[in-house]
């Protein structure tokens, strides 16, 4: 199924808030639908048409899986609470964890994220409240790193043969497929969104299981949770396309206190792109690259080694898994 790309220079964001607007009235007609909110610039454009369209008719939510960034849920929440969307917090945490234990495959980490969200969660979610339709922020870039085998976005179906309503039991609609990120952030500026919303670096459909490398556990998520915090707080004024903390699987040697101490690897990727397709590495400072160094093996003290990427894309990927 090919995919007309609406390209920045040739989008009218008014214009394509109102045909789109119309297009999910339509669609949906009568029935109900809902939506999940990551706080993500995609999802966020997704939930604030779906409203504009639909109203009481849909029903947002946020899944609170154990991945997400700290204080994620409770903060998109109210942000979306200021903008008139009640948005609804589903504790889901153990459903994932458990999906995830003893998988290491990149893919199949993945596999696990997809299925546990479309079908233990959504699934029941759509069931309880007989809606029909699921909204999602797929753009184009997921759809091509998808069909050329780079990598399996969570959110992409049909273009794999993959009929959701034959799987899940819902039909997906996705406004912004004929999109790319730039083209999404000038749709999310014109729908009033906030620009800490609008203007946020991407965050991966796996959330932090895309940036612990081998088996993901509450533990590892909770060290690479607080070098997330660490990066973003230093790198947010760098003006990057985006920037991230990776956990690696093996153990590496360091000393603390004058004695042997093995402990875990953090490397930092920050990325120069336009629309995630291609990437070159941020030429940091040694300044900034030292302060993220001292603070992360000073901070998480199961942390003795930070590295930064200096791979472009390709043959490196933004995310690590």
């Known amino acids: 199924m090919e995919i007309k790309e609406i390209i920045l220079e040739e989008l009218t964001p008014k214009k394509f808030i109102e045909e789109k607007v119309k297009d999910i009235s339509s669609k949906v007609g009568s029935n109900f639908a809902i939506n999940a ?27 609170d899986n154990g991945l997400m960034r700290e204080g994620e849920p409770e903060h998109v929440v109210s942000i979306y609470k200021n903008l008139g969307v009640n948005v609804e917090i589903i504790d889901a945490k153990k459903v ?27 699934g029941k979610l759509v069931k309880n409240n007989n809606a029909k339709y699921l909204f999602q922020g797929t753009i184009l870039t997921d759809v091509d790193e998808t069909v050329a085998g780079i990598k399996r976005q969570h959110n992409v179906f049909e273009q794999l043969g993959i009929d959701p309503e034959e799987a899940f039991g819902y039909k997906i609609l996705e406004p912004l497929v004929q999109l790319r990120k730039p083209a999404v952030r000038e749709v999310g500026k ?13 965050f991966p459909g796996p959330a932090l299981a895309a940036r612990v490398i081998g088996e993901v556990s509450p533990e ?22 985006q920037y991230l903390a990776i956990l690696h699987e093996d153990k590496v040697t360091g000393i603390r206190d004058g004695n042997r101490d093995f ?17 070159s590495p941020t030429r940091l400072s040694y300044d900034i690259l030292e302060r993220l160094a001292e603070r992360i093996t000073t901070e998480i003290p199961k942390v003795v080694s930070v590295t930064y990427n200096i791979t472009k894309k390709p043959p490196s990927t933004i995310e690590a898994v």
């Open 96 to 122: 994932f964890f458990d999906a995830l234990k003893n998988v290491t495959d990149p893919e199949e980490k993945r596999e696990a994220v997809t299925s546990s969200f479309y079908k233990n969660v959504f």
């Open 37 to 63: 909110l990551s706080g993500g610039v995609d999802s966020s454009v997704v939930t604030m048409l779906g409203h504009e369209a639909l109203g009481a008719k849909l029903k947002t939510y946020f899944i």
């Open 190 to 202: 014109a729908l009033g969104l906030p620009e800490e919303i609008y203007n946020r670096p991407p």
């Open 263 to 279: 402990g875990s690897q953090i490397e930092i990727r920050c990325w120069e792109s336009k629309d995630a397709r291609t990437g």
């Open 220 to 241: 590892k998520i909770e060290t690479v949770r607080k070098a997330t915090v660490i990066v973003e707080e230093e790198l947010k004024n760098s003006g990057a396309f």
